[in-house]
């Protein structure tokens, strides 16, 4: 009913469509009774109320129906998810990492994508890894989602049905760009599919220099963009050298970038906040990273332009 | 009531209050307990390991305190029904020195985990294993937490003792010190469960 | 309109006793009086977070930032979220009408312990307050969501601790009113009022107290454990420190499911004792009625695994918990089905409280089957944490538990102040929030089934026209509750005098006069006959 994609949307809808379906017709059947005793026995009409109290019949119909109507409800819920939770065996596996507040999908053989490209008619396999809080991986067209818990090995499985761009969304708060966690999923043929993953290069090829590394595991690219651009925190972009207006106790102070005041940001993020963000939105490192690779982000800093 | 005449709350009203009082008090240990039994599911070995270190002597020591203080605080409710006030005034004296051997004996212990460098937080704790960093987690919490109890209780019991003197607290006017008596169980309970559960897994 | 003359009695709410003034509300221990304060603490905090909730619809009028900054939205639906839920709808009818009308419809002078419903009182607003400030102090409003998932709620730099320390202070203040008022109806009910002679108000208030008394000090627990996990660094469900982020959303739904029956069974109360007053008939089925409350209260405690199906619990709990989703809303059928039938061959007077009881079905039944499409298996994969659960909840919460709470302020309203609302305004607002209402929430519904998040600050704008709808409601809807609240100001300072039995209820609380007396009853009543008695008065 709202364009389903993947093998799993007809039994969801089917259990929508049943449930919708009782509800409508319960829901208006209940609503048109109340009106129709509020004009009937309207104490304008003078009749007396009837005093009876109670009926033992009505009152085990009452209970036995939807007792058996939800059982139906149970039961058509229940169908739905069992298929979801049964992989078929060559279903195809990637990795989906997610961090705040981005997905990479992982091909396997150091094979990384922003994207999520899938073969058509072809059971695949998502095993969902969190490098920091829990997020959820929700792609309304294929009608799944499943949460991205730390320490927790979640998975989940479809086999798209439909070509076309889909959109992914996060679906567990996890904190200021929640809502901007999006990517998207695109479904082609198999021929393009294997054309495609020959051309994503793998980060084993281009031997990337350490501190790139340790900042992305430590998600510092979910705030500092490496292009320029402004997220949460200041781009990375040719940091490395330029003069910044900082606030510090509350005084604008003029700097110039070096390697004591990468790494004070990094430790003490708060004490010389960049003007125009906001402080307390990064947390400091000190302790969560060890002096060595803080040092060797702070290379690695020199080196984005 | 400042506004209405005389409402007196009658012996069994209050003892069913404190009773409910009480069993929210057994759930929110509860809570604990539960956290407890999954992680000991999922690390029984850490668990084991962590809780040899405990000393199993000031463990029981404590307990025995703890059990004996119990005994006391029933005593002297016993002993103001037969309007022997003084016996019920030194029996609660009694009681509160018995506690405070609980929290000196609690002081050393958790001053000797200072030492070795264990507290929340610490680098000995965080370099360990997960479960036992878990065990000893969930034992400063614990143990913390009752701890706080017995420091309640002790005030609770410091005002009964207070009405006896007052003359508040009389033979037929004992649901002050019972409901105190009860708190006070049940801060010996709580350790009963906890004593075995931290000391002497096995 | 029953008008007739100032009473000549001296109420509750003029008494003298030994402060004057404010202070005598402040130190007083009666509990109509504590029933008001709550409601003025109710009052005051629904229309905070009211206006936050605007706030929030005024920004997502447009996709991208409109009127805040992402990180003033995810603060403002977590204090949205937090003040609606423990410092409006959990105290609620209970805190606001169960003090009030319990002890009177038990034929009872007051609750079993009064200076200890005056300190819940001291302890709500404290926590309240806490609450608020959590807002403005130290390093950032609070963004995690009322639900304080770990391990975000662990590492989040702003301030949750102050947040999770109003609402443990909060939980507190509902177990000493819980307990309260399980001793008062075991020990102070009148002579002859066996507990099947009890109206349906003080069963659900009973079945609630229950809810309160045992699931409580678990949330209680659960977030002292995450105050610890932030300020001491011990490790419970925070991974980083070696816990367990499951087992936090385990214990946090073990208290908040069956808190969702602390703010629905009040609310049902009320509707059972306005239908079968305005239809002049016993209420059909009271022991079914009264016995569902005791089961949704038992059969709720084991169904809060279904805001987890996603979370990677396993197959077997996931089937284990839908079912018994499904097995909870069948005494909620057998209540909705007896309160028509309560209507069926009555005397029906339509007014503003039985307008307000009616559309409470109505709400509430939208509310409740998409419940069950929630509590479905298959179908909750899809629309979980979308704007369908929001829209779920508003029907079920504002529309249920808020519908009934103006039901019973507009029933009891004369009884309470001994003066009526102007009926023409209050229905005149019933309509606007009965449109406005509907217009905010439905498109919620379709929007969340094409898969729109919740907790979104920004979104995709093929979503635009539904949210577009949605806030246009919220204007609607403001435009109603601004009528009603102001007609009922009026009601309190130039309404005409009520009589004592308005609406001609047979309940106890409708036998002595508006306002009740400081005592309440001159003499105790003595209990013959069941509830709802009807028979006399329409014979004689
Ligand atoms: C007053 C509060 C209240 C009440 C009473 C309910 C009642 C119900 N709720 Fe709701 N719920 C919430 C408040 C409430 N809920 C909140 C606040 C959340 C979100 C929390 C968050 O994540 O922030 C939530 C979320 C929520 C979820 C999780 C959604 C998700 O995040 O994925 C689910 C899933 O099962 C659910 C189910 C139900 C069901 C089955 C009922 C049932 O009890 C409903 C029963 C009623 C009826 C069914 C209608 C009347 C019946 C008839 C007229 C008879 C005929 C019936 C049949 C033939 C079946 N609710
Ligand atoms: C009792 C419960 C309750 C009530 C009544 C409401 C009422 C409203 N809520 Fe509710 N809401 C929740 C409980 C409630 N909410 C909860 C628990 C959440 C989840 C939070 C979370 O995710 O953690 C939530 C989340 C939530 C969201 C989702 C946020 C998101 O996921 O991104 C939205 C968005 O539209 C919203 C909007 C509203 C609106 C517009 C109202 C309106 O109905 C309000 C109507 C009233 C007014 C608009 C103001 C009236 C004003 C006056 C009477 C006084 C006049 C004063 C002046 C003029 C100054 N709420
Ligand atoms: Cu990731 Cu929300
Ligand atoms: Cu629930």
Redesign the interface.
Known sequence: M?GGASNLAA??DK??IF??G??FI??IG??A??IW??VK???KKG?????????NT??II??VI??II??V??W??????KT??TVPDDAMEVTVISYMWSWDFDYGDGKISKELVLPINKPVKLNLVSQ???H?F?I??F?????V????D?WLWFEATEKGTF?I????????????M?ATARVVEDAEYTQWLASVESVKDKPSPEGEAIAKANSCLGCHSLDGSKLVGPSFKGLYGSKKIVIEDGKEVEIEVDDTYLKTSITDPNAQVVKGF?K??M?SYSGVISDEDIDKIVDYLRTVN | ?????E?V??R??GT??MW??L???L??????F??YA??RY?HPAEFHEAGLELDTFVGTLNTVVLLISSMTVAMSITAVQKKNNALALGLLAITTILALVFMVNKYFEWTHKFHLVIY??SPVLENME?GE??FY?LY??MTG?HALHVIIGLIVLFFAGYGIMKGTVTSERTLLLENAGLYWHLVDLIWIFLFPLMYLIT | MTQSEKYTHVSYRE?Q???KGIMAWL????HKRIGLMYLFGIAVFFCVAAVLGLLMRIEKIAPGETIMD??TY?GIFTLHGVIMIFIVVIPGIAAVFGNFCLPIMIGA??V?????NLLSWYIYVIGAILGVLSQFMG??PP???WTF?V??SA????NVVIALTAAFVLGFSS?LTG??F??TI??MRAPGMTFFKMPLFPWSLYATAWIQ??A???V???L??VI?ERT?????FD?????????YQH?FWIYSHPAVYVMILPAMGVVSEIFPTF??????????IAISSLAIAVVGYFVWGHHMY???IS?YS??FF??LT??V??PS??K???W??T????????RTPLLYA?SF??LF??GG??G??L????????V???TFVVAHFHYIIFGGMGFAFFAAMHYWFPKMYGRMYNEKVANLAWGFLFVGFNVLYFPLFIIG???M????????PKFQTGHVISTIGAFILITGLIIMIANLIRGVRKGAYASANPWKGVTLEWQIESPPT??NFDKVPEIKHPP?L??KE?EA
């Open positions: 709202f039994d969801v259990a929508f449930i919708f009782v509800s319960l829901i209940i609503t009774f109340m005793t509020v026995f309207n104490r009749i007396p109320a009837q005093q009876f109290t109670h009926n009505a009152e009452w209970t939807p007792t939800v059982l409800m149970f058509y819920g229940w169908k739905g998810f979801m939770r920091d809080v829990n959820s929700f309304p067209a009608r799944v989602k499943e949460d818990v730390p320490g927790y979640n959109d969304f996060c679906a567990e708060y996890c904190g200021l760009l929640h809502s901007g999006l906001n307390g939105l947390q | 009531m400042s506004d209405h005449e409402h709350i009658d069994e009203s069913m209050g409910l009082f069993f929210t008090e759930f929110l240990f509860g809570g604990l539960l956290v999954v992680f999922m929340p937080g997960r960093l878990l987690g400063f919490i937490l | 008494h006793g030994k402060y130190t007083t221990t009666d992402a990180a995810n002078k007051d079993m312990f009064p200076k200890l390093d950032g963004d995690t969501g998932y391990p975000y590492e989040a730099n702003s177990i307990l309260n399980i001793v075991h020990r008394v045992l409580t000090p678990i209680g627990i659960t002292l454990m610890a001491l660094h011990i490790g419970f991974p980083a420190l070696g816990g367990d982020p499951l087992l214990l239809s002049q008939k016993p209420v059909f089925g009271y022991t079914a996603t979370s990677g197959y996931r089937w839908s079912f499904f097995i809303a069948v059928a057998i909705v089905f007896n028509i039938s209507m069926y061959g009555g005397s029906i007077e339509l009616i079905i109505f039944l939208i089957f998409t069950l499409t509590g479905a298996l298959a179908t909750n994969v899809h979980h944490d979308t089934l094409q898969g998040p919740r907790r979104y600050f920004d979104y995709l400081l005592l709802y009807f028979k329409t």
